[in-house]
């Protein structure tokens, strides 16, 4: 059975907004449809709901679902690296598309800090997410997929997911399968689990689908 990423891990959108302006961007979205913020260009934290980060009921947490980890201010990295610290059984993961942006020194042991890679050309934030987080684990989301990226340099990456383009925008990305397949063969040669999200059945069978996480997310429970 296909697993959805979401059952496993957990949305806390502490940080709602964003400047980048993805065209496919699905916080914008949701964020216009609730009326979570005034402007989703304009980053704004909630304070309160760090107290969610001490749920001892789930195993991992993504922090990152309504903002990119560029744009958040180093007070609220701060706080949220204290909680992390104080939560050292739970795993909290990040992503961003400006890793040339982050500057992070002795990340917390249960952070995952990844970029999203959506084609060939955007290989160098991989490097630029090396070079600039320090301690911690480092992951990578393949979404959307829009081209075949090619050959990757996995150093130091404990965890890929690849994903397609959702949503009905006009002129929507299908990702192919021979583009998925080359990324999961590379990280497979290196011993590095992969999540291949849920939105990628019908484009694969569900027996092509592989969906694997780091040990840490599950307990060693697949």
């Not at 964003?18 to 980053?43: E, L, V």
């Not at 480092?138 to 397609?164: C, K, Q, R, S, Y």
Request: hydrophobic residues 35%; neutral net charge.
């Amino acid at each position: 059975m296909v697993k959805c990423i979401k059952d496993t891990i957990k949305n806390i959108n502490i940080v709602i907004g964003c400047d980048i302006g993805c065209p496919y961007c699905y916080a914008r979205i949701n964020c216009m449809r609730f009326h979570s913020t005034d402007d989703f260009t304009k980053p704004v934290f909630f304070e309160n709901k760090l107290k969610m980060m001490r749920n001892p009921k789930h195993r991992a947490y993504f922090m990152t679902g309504q903002s990119d980890l560029s744009g958040w201010k180093d007070e609220w990295k701060e706080q949220v690296f204290a909680e992390m610290k104080n939560n050292p059984k739970t795993q909290f993961l990040f992503l961003s598309k400006r890793p040339e942006k982050v500057h992070i020194e002795n990340a917390p042991e249960n952070g995952w800090f990844g970029v999203t890679v959506t084609r060939a050309l955007e290989k160098k934030r991989i490097d630029d997410l090396r070079r600039n987080v320090h301690g911690g684990h480092l992951h990578i989301t393949f979404e959307p997929l829009f081209d075949e990226i090619g050959e990757v340099d996995l150093a130091g990456i404990e965890w890929i997911v690849i994903g397609t383009e959702t949503g009905n925008r006009k002129n929507k990305a299908v990702s192919q399968r021979h583009w998925i397949f080359d990324l999961y063969e590379q990280a497979s040669k290196q011993d590095i689990p992969v999540f291949m999200k849920e939105d990628l059945l019908g484009i694969l069978s569900e027996e092509e689908m592989i969906q694997e996480f780091p040990v840490s997310f599950t307990g060693g429970i697949a």
